[in-house]
């Protein structure tokens, strides 16, 4: 693979202390290269992108001014840290980043030291640098800074707040920088969003601030005028002009801000001037996501993470097909929740911070009246849902897998004990692929199947996941409804089926077999049928049941696999610690069968990033695995007749 050239200062950094050898007036060479290169890489690798190229200079600056990594930078969600990968020694391989074995999309300890904290989810690194502020002050570590960058979508989560609550009634040292650009994945929502848009919009605040900021610095430290007595002249002053802009210092967090974040001077003069003062304190940097990249300055959105271009026209990259192809579940749900909704005038949907990403955009475009994003606020849409769910609305509360598990006391507490028919869309379940282990949704059927109240569904194809979506709205369905799909296409070119009921809790037999049968859940069924088809070669007919339903199991289905065969593979995309796999085994125990039964699912073990076809294979449930599985168990019943 050829190796993609960095520029002249680039090629010199291998590592912070190689930065800080560059005079300051060069940084913005350095900018300048690190952007390019990062989109020559991404533009042949894939990847994430806006996001990076908006932090450049955030990323050379707090390399620059702190002592990384004896100081510890967290960064939130972790997509912008491309940059920070590639001045912290990892340049030479970052063309493996989110390739199967490669460099994690995010950072990670275990990669490198310079990686604090190891991040995916938002809304994590004020906690983590706060603890780690603590730490530092405990061990005895005056000197050694702990910095939180959030930008403003990740701090729309409640844990942010709740972490700067506690920050300040600490004298912890700790830097928070809110990188301002108004974008998460989509443009963000909430008061939040207005309220920083005023600070950054009001020209007379930042002017009396600037002047304000620079009078204080050169008045006399000493005698009756504290620097006490100066910080609150400023606090006055500020609150005076805008009476909303003591939000973060209400929490006792020193404000300041904000500032030009793609001006490299300034932000190393900022940081090395916040270095020096003590306490719990926030930046606030103003930034265009796709910095430097004038496509990705203009959509935003669409360049979060377009795969594979050309650098030079923006031509995003796409497969090309003679026949129709599947569709991608996400649309397949985006599509259907608005056709019901034209039907069922009770249905409303909601989703934190990613209606790109579900595909709910289609029904917040054509309704949006009954579609609402809610920001990244996980907790706060399944009991937004609940509240909805009590006065006889039908809500589907579509959120990915992985980040459903930040919710899970509100699913327990607030939808299930209450018996409240909340549909729960788990978007992205099983593994994601190129994301890695903060993004595979391996641990929702174990975690939904446990709770009382609960039905858990997995379609097999996207007419499955129609008619389940039909079945969940129907006034007759009076529980919590979890549907699960995996990220990416489908089985069906010609999806848009007639959407019709399915009995709660029945599986369908897909095909008779002989001596074995695979019983699989959701998507996989597929990867089954295929393997069907291979084994047929060879003269072995495993019979094939689709279960759908994880819980309540099809008991009478059950019952006639027990009763016609003695060996059974089951098949699931998610965890085989508890998921359907260890329900079969359960019914199996209750009801005095005994057979051969093996688990084909994801191991009790953190998987890694690569895409999901390596994946599979590595968790030995593709197609390729479950025919040989097939193979020898029914090998093994030949040499002992023999």
């Not at 289905?557 to 965890?575: A, C, P, Q, R, W």
Request: charge should be negative.
């Amino acid at each position: 693979m050829t190796q993609i050239e960095a520029g002249a200062l680039l090629k010199q950094i291998n590592s912070p202390d190689d930065l800080k050898k560059i005079g300051k007036d060069e940084l913005y060479k350095v900018c300048e290269e690190l952007r390019q290169y990062i989109v020559d890489v991404v533009s042949v690798h894939g990847g994430h992108f806006a996001a990076s190229l908006g932090v450049v200079e955030l990323t050379v600056a707090l390399h620059y001014a702190y002592n990384t990594p004896y100081d510890q930078l967290v960064w939130d969600v972790g997509h912008q840290a491309y940059g920070h990968k590639i001045l912290t020694g990892r340049r030479d391989n970052f063309h493996t980043n989110r390739k199967y074995g490669g460099l994690s999309g995010f950072p990670k300890r275990t990669e490198s030291p310079y990686d604090a904290f190891g991040v995916g989810h938002s809304s994590t690194s004020i906690s983590a640098a706060l603890g780690m502020a603590i730490a530092a002050k405990y061990n005895g570590e005056k000197d050694r800074k702990s910095v939180a960058v959030i930008g403003d979508g990740s701090m729309t989560a409640g844990m942010a707040f709740e972490a700067m609550n506690h920050a300040g009634v600490t004298d912890a040292d700790m830097l928070v920088i809110l990188n301002d650009n108004c974008m998460s994945i989509d443009p963000n929502v909430g008061s939040l969003r207005e309220y920083l848009t005023d600070i950054t919009t009001s020209h007379t605040y930042n002017k009396l601030k600037d002047d304000i900021w620079n009078t204080l610095g050169k008045l006399p430290i000493g005698g009756n005028f504290s620097r006490e007595m100066a910080s609150k002249l400023e606090h006055s002053i500020k609150g005076f002009i805008n009476k909303r802009s003591n939000l973060f210092e209400s929490m006792n967090m020193r404000y300041f801000g904000p500032i030009d974040g793609h001006n490299i001077t300034k932000l190393v003069d900022t940081l090395k001037d916040l270095r020096d003062i003590p306490g719990p304190k926030l930046l606030h940097i103003i930034t265009t996501k796709g910095k430097g990249y004038a496509l990705a300055e203009k959509d935003q959105t669409k360049w979060h993470a377009p795969g594979l271009f050309d650098k030079v026209t923006g031509e995003i990259y796409k497969k090309t097909f003679d026949t129709p192809q599947p569709p991608k579940y996400q649309d397949v749900f985006g599509k259907t929740i608005v056709e019901l909704a034209e039907k069922n005038k009770k249905i409303f949907g909601i989703t934190p911070a990613m209606p790109s990403g579900s595909s709910l955009k289609f029904m917040m475009d054509e309704m949006p009246d009954r579609a609402f994003d809610v920001g990244i606020c996980e907790q706060h849409a399944v009991t937004l849902s609940a509240g909805m769910a009590t006065q006889g609305l039908k809500v589907f509360c579509n959120i990915y897998s992985s980040f459903m598990q930040r919710a899970y006391d509100q699913v327990v507490h607030d939808v299930a004990i209450q018996k409240l028919p909340v549909v729960f869309c788990l978007d992205r379940a099983g593994l994601v692929g190129d994301d890695g282990p903060t993004h595979h949704g391996v641990y929702d059927i174990p975690y939904m199947r446990c709770i009382p109240n609960m039905i858990v569904s997995a379609p097999m194809n996207e007419a499955e996941l129609r008619d389940l979506m039909y079945t969940a709205q129907l006034d007759s369905t009076n529980l919590p409804f979890v549907i699960r799909y995996p990220r990416g296409e489908g089985m069906m070119p010609e999806w848009k089926t007639t959407m019709k009921e399915i009995e709660i809790g029945k599986g369908r037999k897909l095909k008779e077999g002989k001596e074995i049968a695979i019983l699989s859940f959701g998507h996989p069924g597929n990867f089954a049928a295929a393997a069907i088809r291979n084994l047929m070669v060879d003269g072995i007919t495993p019979g094939h049941y689709d279960m759908r339903f994880a819980k309540p199991l099809d008991e009478e289905m059950l019952h006639e696999v027990f009763s016609t065969y003695n060996k059974i593979i089951t098949v699931e995309d998610g965890t085989v610690v508890g998921g359907i796999g260890t329900a079969i085994l359960e019914f199996m125990a209750d009801n005095g069968y005994k057979a051969d039964v093996r688990i084909l699912g994801i191991p009790d073990r953190i998987v890694e990033h690569g895409s999901q076809k390596e994946l599979h294979k590595e968790c030995h449930y593709d197609a390729e695995a479950i025919a040989t599985t097939a193979r020898e168990m029914m090998k093994a019943v030949v040499s002992v007749i023999q």
